[in-house]
């Protein structure tokens, strides 16, 4: 089941019983956990199996959770940070990896965590037509955390609208994405947008620092940005999802920034594509663009960020990290105390 966008936290109706769930939006990968047995399947949105990824999931898996079981959730990482535990979408993202020994590497020096916030199936029964409510109590009681550190917990939750503000505003700094809605009385309905999401947005002036080309070879695949810290400039990531149109104008816009002949490679490695090309094409750094963002992560974007519009007015060294608004640090581990 998914979510569709909203500015705000929905409101409980004035009168009645109340219509809304509200938990904590984690930024990880969706997973839907399938358990029969020793049989653990670690489902993606994309309909991949992530348990070769994560073998250290599937025995928590098969410790914390009942025999036969239907679970949706969450896939995070948590790192600490000057003493505070905050989701960490780069260790997450490299646990994607083609080797079998940096997969089991990664499952001891960044090991993955599971944060389940539905309850499916469980033993030969069919939960989904069920409401939420019922689900969400039922998925309580079927969670082992009796282990000292448990590796699968379930999310909180509040039926109070302005707590859930509260949460979206102080769970940023643990690296959360926002604030979901859920429904009281909903089912769950696959591939229909039933929640409400409520996540970060801002805008940020940066400086066009290169490009890369399409995969296409045609136009613009992505635009790289930096900003200014002190005298250095710094990447920050890039801004992509152009139109074909766009992709063909951007370049010949900008092919005459060119800095020569040169040809960049920055190394990175992503999820799930590990092996494309990072090669970029340095342009002068004249040109300010302002894009619309959700988080950043350190001194980088958490996600690409995607275009709004050219900046002529704004000089490139005006472009610094001061404008960023930083959310206040929060701790992981106090959002998955159960209260």
């Known amino acids: 089941m998914l979510a569709k966008a909203s500015k705000t936290v929905p409101d409980q109706p004035d009168s009645g019983d109340p219509a809304w769930s509200y938990e904590p939006k984690w930024d990880g990968f969706r997973t839907i956990v399938f358990r029969d047995g020793d049989e653990v399947v670690l489902g993606s949105r994309g309909g991949k199996d992530l348990a070769r990824y ?51 590497m990664l499952a001891e020096k960044t090991p993955a965590q599971f944060i389940g916030f539905d309850l499916l199936a469980l033993g030969d ?34 039926g109070d609208a302005a707590l859930a503000t509260d949460w979206f505003e102080r769970f940023e700094g643990a690296g959360l994405d926002g604030v979901v809605a859920k429904r009281l009385d909903g089912v769950y309905v696959p591939n229909k947008r039933e929640m409400i ?15 890369r080309i399409h995969k296409s ?33 951007y370049l010949e816009e900008l092919e005459p920034l060119r800095l020569g002949d040169d040809i960049v490679s920055d190394g990175e490695q ?17 040109r300010v663009l302002e894009v619309a963002y959700d988080q950043m992560e350190k001194s980088r974007l958490r996600h690409a960020a995607r275009f709004v519009r050219w900046r002529p007015d704004r000089d490139p060294l005006s472009c610094t990290y001061d404008q960023l608004d930083v959310p206040a640090d929060y701790d992981v581990s106090d959002i998955l105390e159960r209260s």
Not at 139 to 147: F, G, I, K, P
Not at 198 to 203: D, F, P, S
């Open 54 to 104: 994560f073998p250290e999931m599937v025995d928590a898996v098969r410790e914390e959770l009942p025999e036969r079981c239907v679970v949706d959730g969450e896939l995070v990482v948590a790192l600490e940070t000057d003493g505070s535990w905050r989701l960490d979408w780069d260790s997450l993202s490299e646990r994607i990896h083609p080797a079998d020994s940096r997969v089991r």
């Open 125 to 158: 029964e069919d939960l989904t037509g069920l409401p939420f409510a019922e689900r969400r109590a039922r998925l309580e009681t079927v969670l082992d955390t009796s282990r000292p550190e448990p590796r699968c917990h379930v999310t909180r939750v509040t």
């Open 197 to 211: 999401k409520v996540k970060h947005a801002r805008t940020a002036d940066c400086v066009l620092i290169g490009y």
């Open 217 to 249: 070879g045609n136009g613009i695949g992505s635009m790289l940005l930096g900003l200014y810290n002190g005298d250095q400039l710094q990447m920050i990531g890039g801004a992509s999802a152009f139109t074909d149109a766009k992709r063909l104008s």
């Open 270 to 286: 992503t999820r799930w594509r590990s092996g494309m090309d990072r090669t970029w094409i340095p342009v002068r750094p004249e």
